[in-house]
């Protein structure tokens, strides 16, 4: 496994080793022993989600303020932009962004920490998207920031306005947001 560190030291991009052949490929998805030794990272996954978007949906950005989810996320079918926002108060790197391509075809994970805001817009037609989180889904917890917030400025790769749930229509800004200390 490679561990490819971004502007936000926290959040990492791993790529696993992929065997493949003629026949097609082989790949370790997830193992514990090796995540925690490549990236110093020791939180327990305790649950798997799987997702699937349409082509300009915008998932996020979410986080939960009580019970905070660290994410490690990959795509199976499809193409995403990936992005993490630093949303602890007392971080060097708070207000800040970092994004990531994920497709079937790079196999590439994101790791986004727990402190974290998160969300992705599907690039391609479809796209089935599987993360591993570190703490249980707490919906009474779940918050959203606007996800075209001008503060954050975030560069979705956009063509169209993209596809949103009722909730993150409405979500605050970075200013107006819960936040983490």
Not at 40 to 47: A, P, R, S, T, W
């Amino acid at each position: 496994m490679k561990v490819i560190p971004t502007k936000i030291k926290d959040v990492l991009i791993v790529e696993p080793q992929v065997f493949g052949d003629d026949r097609g490929f082989f790949l370790e998805s997830f193992n514990a022993e090796k995540f925690a030794s490549a990236t110093g990272v020791n939180l327990d996954f305790i649950q798997d989600n799987h997702s699937r978007s349409s082509k300009n949906v915008l998932r996020g950005l979410h986080y939960q303020i009580k019970q905070p989810q660290g994410k490690l996320v990959r795509v199976v079918v499809g193409e995403v932009l990936d992005v993490a926002v630093d949303i602890r108060k007392s971080s060097a790197t708070f207000g800040q962004w970092v994004s990531c391509l994920l497709s079937a075809e790079n196999k590439r994970q994101f790791w986004v920490p727990p402190g974290f805001a998160h969300g992705f817009v599907t690039l391609s037609d479809s796209a089935d998207f599987l993360y591993k989180t570190t703490n249980y889904y707490a919906p009474e917890h779940e918050r959203s920031l606007l996800w075209n917030d001008p503060e954050l400025a975030i560069d979705w790769q956009l063509k169209d306005t993209p596809t949103l749930s009722a909730k993150d229509q409405v979500a605050p800004t970075l200013k107006n947001a819960d936040l983490f200390d």
